[in-house]
C-alpha cells in the first residue's frame, strides 16, 4: 500500500491550558485585542518550552491581532442579539435562540439596521488594527490562509448550525411545517456569510478567495434526502466552483452516499473530521475520491490512551487513508498526559511526516 504524505500539528483547549498554565480566557481576552495577542504570545513561548522537541510553538512568536473571537456560529448569533458568555477555561458561547419568536421563517432577512450597526463596528476595528499594526498582522474574519494543506480559502460554518443557534428546535419542525422558509433561511445566512466576508476583504485590500471552506456539523440532525434538498445547494453556492475544504464534526456516516454527489464538480479537495465522531474514513474516501483528509484525535484519545495505544491509533488512521493526503491533529484537554504527545509525534515520524505545524487549536479569526 501506498504511503500517505503526512503532515501532523498540536492542537490545544481552553481548559488544558487554564489548568496548566494557568490561563484565563475570560472577557478581557476575547474583548482586548492587544491584550489578546501578547497573551496568546506567551500561550505560543509556554508551548514550545513544553513540545518544542517535536517543532511546535516558538520562542518568538509573531504578533497576531484579531477583530474577534467568535467563530461565525456564534458571532451570527451575537449579531442577531444574543449575549456572549465568558469562561476562564472553555471558548465563548451564545446560549439563547434570538429569533425563535419571529412569525414566520420567510420574514427572516439578515440585513437589519441593527445587525449592519454591529457589522459596521467590527469593520471599523478591523481598519483600527490594520491602521496600527498592518493588515499582515491582522486575522481576517471569515478567512483562513491556510489550513490542512488547503491555502486563501473564504470561510464559513454550516447553515444549519448557524440557523439553529438562531431559530433554536424550532427550525427541526419546520423542515417538514415550512420547508420554503427553511431554504430561505440558509439562502440569507449564505448571502449574510459571504457579504460580510466581502466587506472585511474590502477592508484588507484582498480579492476574492481562491479556495472555500464549509461546515456540514449540523448536518447530523438530518437524512441523506434532507441534505441533498436543503443544504447541498447552499454548500456548493458558497464553494462557486472553488476547491472546498468540508468540515464536520459529527458523525455522517449516513451520509457520505449524497456527500459523493458534490463531486460531480471535484469540488471537495479536503475532507475535515473528528475521531469522538466515529467516522468511517473508508466511506469517506469513497465519497470523496480525490480529498486530502485532515483528522483530529479528539479530547478522549489523550486521557485514556496509553502511549502504545496511541501509537496504534494513529498508525490505524494513516493505514485507512491508504495512500491519501493525510494532516493529523492531536487536541489537547485537560489532563492529556505528555507521554501521549510524545508517543503520537515519535509514531509520525517515524512514519515520514512533515514537521509539525505550531499550535493552531484556537487560532481566532
Not at 498582522?137 to 478567512?143: E, I, K, L, S
Not at 459529527?250 to 469540488?267: C, I, K, Q
Amino acid at each position: 500500500m501506498r504511503r500517505s504524505r503526512i503532515s501532523c500539528q498540536l492542537s490545544v483547549y481552553p481548559d488544558y491550558l487554564n489548568a496548566e498554565m494557568g490561563f484565563d480566557f475570560s472577557e478581557r481576552f476575547h474583548t482586548d485585542p492587544e491584550y489578546r495577542n501578547e497573551k496568546w504570545k506567551e500561550v505560543v513561548r509556554w508551548v514550545n518550552s513544553r513540545f518544542g522537541r517535536w517543532g511546535c510553538g516558538h520562542p518568538e512568536p509573531d504578533d497576531s491581532y484579531s477583530v474577534t473571537t467568535l467563530d461565525s456560529v456564534h458571532l451570527t448569533s451575537h449579531l442577531f442579539g444574543s449575549k456572549v458568555t465568558f469562561y476562564p477555561d472553555r471558548f465563548p458561547d451564545c446560549h439563547d435562540y434570538p429569533l425563535s419568536s419571529i412569525p414566520a421563517l420567510r420574514e427572516f432577512v439578515w440585513r437589519t439596521d441593527e445587525v449592519m450597526r454591529q457589522v459596521r463596528l467590527l469593520l471599523c476595528e478591523a481598519k483600527r488594527l490594520i491602521d496600527l499594526f498592518g493588515a499582515q498582522r491582522v486575522a481576517m474574519p471569515y478567512y483562513y490562509s491556510e489550513y490542512a494543506g488547503m491555502t486563501d480559502m473564504e470561510a464559513a460554518h454550516c447553515p444549519l448550525t448557524i440557523a439553529y443557534r438562531l431559530f433554536g428546535e424550532r427550525l427541526l419542525v419546520e423542515l417538514y411545517d415550512d420547508p420554503d422558509g427553511v431554504r430561505h433561511v440558509f439562502q440569507e445566512i449564505n448571502a449574510m456569510s459571504k457579504e460580510v466576508g466581502a466587506l472585511f476583504r474590502e477592508v484588507f485590500g484582498k480579492p476574492v478567495a481562491k479556495s472555500a471552506c464549509v461546515g456540514a456539523c449540523g448536518a447530523t440532525l438530518i437524512g441523506p434526502s434532507q441534505f441533498r434538498d436543503f443544504l447541498m445547494p447552499v454548500v456548493l453556492n458558497y464553494a462557486d466552483g472553488r476547491p472546498l475544504l468540508f468540515h464536520s464534526c459529527g458523525n455522517v456516516n449516513r451520509l457520505f452516499g449524497v456527500f459523493g454527489e458534490m463531486n460531480d464538480s471535484n469540488a471537495v479537495k479536503v475532507f475535515d473530521c473528528r475521531e469522538q465522531a466515529g467516522v468511517d474514513i473508508e466511506s469517506a474516501l469513497e465519497a470523496f475520491p480525490e480529498a486530502a483528509v485532515s483528522y483530529m484525535f479528539s479530547p478522549p484519545a489523550c486521557l485514556t490512551r496509553t502511549p502504545a495505544e496511541m501509537s496504534l491509533a494513529t498508525r490505524r488512521v494513516v493505514e485507512q487513508a491508504g495512500g491519501r493526503p493525510l494532516h493529523l491533529i492531536l487536541n489537547l484537554p485537560s489532563g492529556a498526559a505528555d507521554a501521549a504527545v510524545d508517543s503520537f509525534f515519535e509514531t509520525c515520524q517515524e512514519l515520514g511526516a512533515d514537521k509539525p505545524s505550531k499550535p493552531s487549536g484556537f487560532a481566532f479569526a
